[in-house]
């Protein structure tokens, strides 16, 4: 799960990530989505992974962003001139709409779209997350073109047949970005 650091090691790469994640609120965000409960929802008990919890985040700026309107833009604008004389309780009520997803794909597919980096046959495996050392290794069976909500773009994502199927999963799906290449292991 993922953490609010309590620190920022500015020496660290991704130093300059974790501290926009901090400036924009979305660690705070992410740390309460993995410590969230009610009636409807508890993170306890559904075992969500740092990927997970990255994408409700994402799902949930989305939301706001499709939801936006005069009236709550100026409620908070009068909150962040007035910090002092407003207080939670009187920030305007934010009303949600349904994401609108693109169902059609864009007008320029398959002619001016990247092609895909792995082909069928290829070996990859998932990249590592910063908590766990080993990850799925599987070999490229397929691909497909889909709406990437996390990113609000169409991209490639991958049918893998998996190698450890000791879980009882056979294959399992994956988008561009978390996969990489195993050159080692190219199968014919």
């Known amino acids: 799960m993922t ?8 020496s660290h790469p991704s130093a300059s990530y974790q501290q926009a994640l901090c400036d924009f609120g979305i660690a705070e965000l992410i740390e309460a989505l993995s410590n969230f409960c009610d009636p409807d929802f508890d993170v306890g008990r559904m075992h969500l992974e740092e990927q997970e919890l990255e994408h409700l985040a994402t799902l949930l700026i989305q939301q706001l962003c499709v939801s936006l309107n005069g009236k709550m833009m100026a409620g908070y604008l009068n909150v ?4 002092d004389a ?6 305007p009520r934010l009303e949600l709409k349904p994401l609108q997803h693109l169902l059609v794909l ?3 597919f398959p002619h001016q779209t990247s092609a895909p980096r792995f082909l069928d046959g290829d070996s990859v495996c998932w990249l590592s997350l910063p908590n766990c050392s080993q990850t799925d290794r ?3 069976i397929g691909r497909f073109f889909a709406f990437a909500s996390h990113h609000g773009q ?10 450890d199927t000791s879980s009882g999963v056979l294959a399992d799906t994956a988008w561009e970005e978390d996969l990489e290449s195993l050159e080692e292991e190219k199968y014919p």
Not at 3 to 10: A, C, E, H
Not at 86 to 91: E, G, P, V
Not at 154 to 162: M, R, S, V
């Open 86 to 91: 407003w207080t939670i309780t009187d920030l």
């Open 154 to 163: 169409w991209e490639w994502k991958y049918l893998i047949w998996l190698k």
């Open 3 to 10: 953490s609010t650091p309590l620190f920022i090691d500015r």
């Open 106 to 108: 864009p007008k320029s």
């Open 138 to 140: 599987g070999i490229v």
């Open 80 to 83: 962040v001139r007035n910090a």
